[in-house]
């Protein structure tokens, strides 16, 4: 069997995060997301992996090119939707198939099931089905799938990944794969339906903090570097190689450190962090259900929660970042999210500044004593004085 891993589209509404990256390469526990559907599909046995790139795919090609299993790579010139992708594969495509978002994180059992069902989708409830096409169903199997409806008239939503058989691939005339599949169900073809068991999405920004606490929930614990003797750990805990543990730190798990990382003196991290490759973080600074990208730092005498920072950040000493529920408009809808930063690349804070459901953009300067929240700062490269 073969699969096909979209993983061409940008993601817009995780915006600042991927004005410099695909969502597909936005970290989750330290590891790319689109590594998670890959690993399920080694897992289940199945190696012949084509993945359609597109927006930014050089970065997506290099990541690619490090798997551990060949993956042949096929380009989407221009990002017209999931049909139009998945056309892009068909010359490659020779027996039955699995097609996958690269952009969300499913596990191998849910894979192994969809592949003993021919032509089925995987489904999963959902409490927030008008975010994905939600799947009608009934007694033959699938009727039809509603793309994100305004009201939508079922939980049940589809995860995006199918198991299809070449002959579907004549339904390509259209860009996007819902409609190509209900293209398929009106001319008499059959869709059946098989539950997912762990597949999780990220539509916001903030929904990579519960892909984060999922991912962390699952980790073994590996302990490298240098840990002072008066370090305590708790719980699972992955500490990189080359990071350094300064005395009296509190780590709890589940949490992990990245390589060459160094934490402080009388800190206290975690749970559910996940600090990358070289993050600094000063003596005296709390970190709570974070997520930070390779080298930020974070001052001294800081507390951060529920916060994700961006490649390159710094914040300055006596930050705060509290959980605020905000009302924020991403692509023309107005929606609440429960969060205390998301930070895109290269921000820099001075001491002193308070974040409360603050969204700011890339390479934005934060003059010291602010009060951010809300999408003050969201633009790139703004200077808030």
């Known amino acids: 069997m073969q699969a096909v891993i979209l993983a061409a589209g940008e993601g817009r509404r995780l915006r600042p995060l991927t004005k410099n990256r695909p969502k ?8 790319p997301i689109i590594d998670y559907p890959i690993q399920a599909l080694l897992e289940c046995g199945i190696r012949d992996i084509i993945a359609v790139v597109g927006y930014r795919k050089e970065h997506v090609i290099r990541h690619l090119n490090r798997c551990d299993a060949p993956i042949e790579v096929v380009e989407q010139k221009k990002q017209l939707g999931t ?18 978002p690269g952009d969300n994180i499913i596990d191998a059992p849910s894979i192994s099931r969809i592949m003993a069902v021919q032509n089925s989708v995987l489904v999963k409830d959902h409490p927030y089905p008008s975010n994905f096409g939600v799947v009608m169903v009934d007694r033959e199997g699938v009727s039809c799938i509603i793309e994100k409806p305004e009201h939508a008239p079922s ?32 001319d008499g073809g059959h869709l059946g339906v098989v539950q997912a068991g762990e597949w999780h999405d990220a539509v916001y920004p903030w929904d990579l903090l519960g892909l984060n606490r999922k ?17 305590v750990i708790r719980g699972p805990v992955r500490i990189g190689t080359g990071a350094t543990i300064g005395p009296f730190t509190l780590i709890t798990g589940p949490a992990i450190i990245g390589n060459d990382a160094e934490i402080g003196s009388h800190c206290r991290i975690g749970p559910f962090v996940s600090m990358g490759n070289r993050v600094r973080v000063e003596p005296f600074t709390l970190l709570d259900q974070a997520l930070l990208m390779d080298d930020t730092a974070i001052g001294s005498h800081s507390r951060v929660t529920e916060a994700i920072i961006g490649e390159g950040s710094s914040f300055g000493d006596h930050t705060t970042v509290e959980p605020g529920i905000p009302l924020v408009e991403i692509e023309g809808t107005l929606m609440r999210g429960r969060f205390g930063c998301v930070a895109g690349d290269r921000v820099r804070v001075d001491p002193l500044c308070i974040f409360q459901g603050a969204l700011v953009g890339n390479d934005v300067r934060i003059r010291g004593g602010k009060m951010i929240t809300g999408p003050d700062a969201f633009q790139d490269g703004v200077m808030v004085v």
């Open 215 to 231: 991912v962390l929930r699952d980790i073994s614990p590996i302990k490298s570097g240098s840990i002072d003797r008066t370090v």
């Open 155 to 186: 939980f049940t939503v589809s995860t995006g990944i199918y198991h299809l058989t070449p002959d579907f691939l004549h339904y390509l005339t259209v860009n996007t794969l819902t409609d190509a599949i209900n293209g398929m169900l009106a």
């Open 24 to 31: 597909a390469l936005i970290p989750v526990a330290n590891n």
């Open 83 to 100: 049909g139009d992708a998945l056309r892009c594969a068909a010359p490659q495509i020779t027996e039955d198939f699995l097609v996958l």
